[in-house]
């Protein structure tokens, strides 16, 4: 690692050293011991390039790869979100100007698809991070084959979002499934948990849940670890139960890890889309016979792919990602303002 | 000394990047071999093998009625390789591009009958034109229609249709205190679906616990609107969902199920509704000719000898395919040769064998004969003769480019609604509009 880390850090220090001169000269000057002479030997020429041109060639592959496949398709998306372009004639695409997006905001289902993504979005974070964070303070003591644990609390995460999902489906079924079957034993009326508001956004939010926690509880313990035990013991010292520590040790401790999560997260619940697509079953585009929890994500694919309207489903696409923006700003603002309060 | 570790390090990362290039490149090569070797093919070099590729969604019985092997082995030079997509949805998008593209589209491509009007619509340059190539009084006349461009164009060659028949449970209809002889039964609802849904009155009053009398509200509704010669279209291609009589009368059809208990509330193609198979949860489904493989496969042993089918009380059509030959593909001239093969009456005689699929061809109808596990599953019922009766009598439609979504708006947002949330007729009717003037994009 240190020899690497070394080789990497090596030209710009070498750079530094003969700044004023020309970096590619020196460095061969120093390299060969016994240089060619004279400027416009090629030797000379070659290195001074080789200097230029090689990391530009080690980091081309990414921006290659970075534009081929996100920079063009994004602006060539806006292009798209400009135009009325129907996905049976892509050659057929006339100028619409903001029309798209005007049609956008005053569509109740984007409205809707936003409440819901929001709403979904707090359902699956919230407790999960609480959840995780909780998890990872009772894993964090000794226990007896920690690594299982972790390892159990990991698998979720392995699993594809399909294959949760369809177990997931069967799980609330409203007609026999295991949960209306459980809440049965209370006396608890069948729920149709995929066409009632709150229960079918609550079950989309569960799977989400399930998936997610154990990798954010990971996290958390791995910033839980780099926690000097002596804070654990002057607080002990002091009288501090348990709680007590895991609520002004640990988690003032935990505070950028934490944010980074929220962060992570909230990113993730703007996105979310296999979990309600494959919860709403052959029609599930739609997100609900009254899109009760279609998001986003959903309303876009509905638009673009099912119904086939690419210029308005390219505008949901660039709103969502100014969304996205936005909340990127906010995000910075706290931390920063977390920075300022520490 | 530091220096040649330096080098050595840099050595190493160029080497590094070059590997990864060359592996990038070598994807490429192996990705574009296929082409590569069906361009060379079609030059006709030595081997002489043609690879055609066919892309289906869900099961169409080609390779299950062993169709491929038997035209490998008339046509040495020929190898078939069939693309499967399972879901509609995700097939039909993915094709619209790469037609547009002009790459990437498979030799020979099957359209679903919901999309056949987009197809002739607006792909219409991207297919070879079938018409010169083949004899065209094989099929249907109203199924050459549906792929007949304005300036007689024929864009695909009929697969299966869906002609309407009602599958039932003697067992649940026998507990139930009902009629179970098919032709006594078909007689009792004959000519209109209402009559149906009484006899499904009739059925509740008596039900074995846990059962209900249909499946869906969604699926009475689609069965009968494919009975009526009006639906989402007129003749003259404009969208005339809300006055059209056909779609009134199925609906109000549809709204005496889902207002009443008599559905099991399930909805189609999702694991809940294949559970209801297996579990005998509803007594009757509405059945066209395809859904007689899924309800064999579905039901499992435990439903052997307990189904049988009675005729519609309307004849009705609901589903069916095409197969074209998109204009990009390599092999055209093969493409062709083997789609006229597929769909000729001796070989869709054959899928019905295998998979009940029912002929677009009527010369197939005299030889058609079920397999016999088919037959005895479904209490030796003459699905042959039903199917066909029905086949012969279905009435004309005009169908439009956005017939599919507009059907889903009323099936999964209008009737479901009322059926699974509650709310009225009016205000499903209502939803389903609001859902459909987006689809429009009004």
């Known amino acids: 690692m240190t020899s690497s880390k070394q080789a990497l850090a090596d030209p710009a220090s070498s750079a530094e050293a003969a700044s004023g001169s020309q970096p590619g000269a020196a460095r061969g000057a120093r390299g060969r011991g016994t240089p060619a002479q004279g400027p416009d030997s090629w030797r000379s020429r070659f290195y001074r390039w080789d200097m230029k041109a090689s990391p530009y060639v080690f980091i081309a592959p990414f921006f290659i790869i970075f534009g081929a496949f996100s920079l063009i398709p994004l602006l060539y998306t806006a292009w798209y979100s400009l135009h009325n372009v129907q996905l049976s004639a892509l050659d057929h695409q006339t100028w619409a100007g903001l029309d798209n997006y005007r049609n956008l905001l005053s569509s109740d289902f984007f409205w809707n698809a936003l409440k819901n993504t929001f709403t979904i979005g707090v359902l699956a974070t919230v407790p999960q991070l609480m959840a995780a964070l909780w998890l990872a303070h009772l894993l964090n003591y000794h226990l007896r084959g920690s690594t299982v644990w972790r390892v159990v609390m990991l698998t979720p995460y392995a699993t594809s979002v399909a294959a949760a999902t369809l177990v997931f489906t069967l799980l609330y079924s409203w007609d026999g499934g295991m949960v209306n079957w459980f809440l049965d034993f209370f006396g608890i009326d069948a729920i149709n948990w995929r066409e009632s508001d709150v229960g079918s956004q609550f079950a989309v939010s569960s799977i989400v849940i399930w998936r997610w926690t154990g990798y954010n509880a990971l996290i958390y313990l791995a910033a839980m670890q780099a926690i000097p035990s002596d804070l654990y013991e002057s607080a002990a010292i002091d009288g501090a139960n348990r709680w007590q520590q895991f609520l002004h040790v640990t988690v003032p401790q935990l505070r950028p890890t934490i944010l980074f999560t929220v962060v992570v997260s909230t990113i993730g619940a703007t996105q979310l889309f296999g979990e309600p697509l494959l919860f709403g079953g052959v029609s599930g585009s739609k997100g609900g016979s009254e899109h009760q929890y279609q998001t986003l994500g959903l309303y876009m694919y509905d638009q673009g792919w099912i119904i086939g309207n690419l210029g308005k489903a390219s505008a949901i696409a660039w709103s969502m990602f100014l969304i996205l923006l936005i909340v990127a700003v906010i995000n910075l603002l706290l931390t920063r303002r977390l920075r300022k309060s520490q | ?442």
């Open chain 2, 1 to 442: 000394m530091r220096t040649s570790t330096r080098r050595s390090h840099r050595l190493m990362a160029l080497a590094a990047v070059a590997a990864l290039t060359t592996g990038l490149l070598a994807g490429c090569a192996s990705d574009s071999d296929d082409g590569s070797s069906n361009s060379n093919d079609s030059g006709g070099n030595a081997k002489g093998k043609t690879t055609l590729t066919i892309g289906t969604f869900g099961v169409f019985g080609y390779k299950q009625a062993g169709l491929y092997d038997d035209y490998m082995k008339q046509h040495p030079d020929i190898t078939i390789k069939e693309n499967v997509t399972t879901r509609t949805d995700v097939y039909w998008p993915k094709v619209l591009t790469r037609l547009q593209a002009g790459s990437g589209t498979d030799d020979i491509q099957a359209i679903e009958v919901g999309n056949i009007t987009e197809a002739v619509q607006t792909q219409a340059q991207k297919f070879v034109d079938l018409g010169k190539d083949v004899d065209k009084s094989q099929w249907l006349d109203w199924k050459n229609a549906q792929a007949t461009t304005k300036d007689g164009k024929l864009i695909g060659l009929g697969t299966d249709i869906g002609p309407m028949a009602i599958c039932y449970r003697k067992d649940l209809f026998k507990k139930a205190g009902l009629e179970t002889d098919r032709t006594k039964l078909a007689e009792q609802w004959k000519g209109d679906w209402a009559k149906y849904v009484d006899l499904g009155k009739q059925y509740m009053k008596k039900a074995p616990s846990g059962t209900k009398f249909v499946d869906s509200a969604s699926s009475v509704y689609n069965a009968a609107l494919g009975g009526e010669s009006q639906t989402y279209y007129d003749k003259d291609g404009n969208v005339v969902w809300d006055k059209s009589a056909g779609v009134k009368k199925s609906w109000n059809v549809a709204m005496s199920v889902a207002t009443s208990n008599m559905s099991a509330k399930l909805k189609q193609f999702d694991k809940p509704w294949d559970q209801g198979f297996a579990n005998a949860s509803f007594a009757t489904v509405a059945c066209p000719a395809w859904m007689i493989g899924y309800i064999e496969q579905k039901s499992g042993d435990s439903g052997k000898g307990n189904w049988d089918v009675a005729a519609a009380p309307t004849a009705a059509n609901w589903g069916g395919s095409f197969i074209g030959v998109p204009t990009a593909g390599k092999h055209q001239k093969e493409a062709v040769a083997l789609a006229k093969w597929l769909t000729a009456p001796e070989q869709q005689a054959k899928v019905f064998a295998k998979q009940a699929s029912f002929p677009s061809t009527p010369a197939a109808y005299s030889s058609l004969k079920p397999a016999t596990e088919t037959t005895s599953y479904f209490s030796d019922a003459p699905i042959t003769q039903i199917f066909s009766d029905s086949a012969k009598t279905i009435p004309s439609q005009f169908h439009g480019a956005k017939d599919q979504p507009i059907g889903t708006a009323i099936t999964d947002v209008g009737i479901l609604q009322v059926e699974q949330k509650g709310k009225t007729p009016a205000q499903g009717w209502d939803a389903a509009g609001k859902e459909i003037k987006d689809v429009l994009g009004q």
